[in-house]
């Protein structure tokens, strides 16, 4: 059982009108997170959000590689990078928050990915592996020790995040039902995994109190 106290914060990943279905790059049943993270906001008396912010001509998208299809991989600078549909443009609708997203106490939305030439899927560190967003840093000043993740997608941006927010020092709890996977190619069962494999905890809705 998890009692949100002074020491917890609620990261809400990602749940953006482009990550809906219908959106630019839907995670499938993404719309079903929003309710479920409403609820969750309302049990924690610290929240943080991110978006998914890219300039338009961002290196992730497949439209600015020639001869390439979304969900396709290129070699950038720093490693490999999948191909995605433009999505997420900064300051388009795509970009907004959900509608019916309802964490009027949000306390920081830190954005990710705005650099043209690096991806962001993690909160805390953009795809090159070194670049941080600022977020280990804010959550230590605050006196943060665990952070409990949902949103959207468990097999990128969730899992990235909770990876990098236990590789920062923070105990992380993913809710299950308050995250939905893109899942491709087995992404999803090599991010439980991974997660599995580092610590973080997963639990249900009834696991996170009051
Ligand atoms: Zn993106």
Redesign the pocket.
Known sequence: MITPGEADILLVVDVQRDFLPGGA?AVPDGDAVVPAVNALGRRFAHVVLTQ?W?PPD?A?FASRHPGRAPFDTVRLAYGEQVL?PD??VMGTPGADLADGLDLPGAELVIRK?FRPGI???SAFLEADRTTPTGLAGYLRERGVARVVLCGLATDYCVGWSALDARAAGFEAVLVEEACRAIDQGGSLARAYAAMDAAGVRRVRMDAVGP
Do not use: N
Request: proline residues 0%.
């Open positions: 790059l998914d890219h961002h992730s995605w999505h997420c990915g991806d962001s899927y």
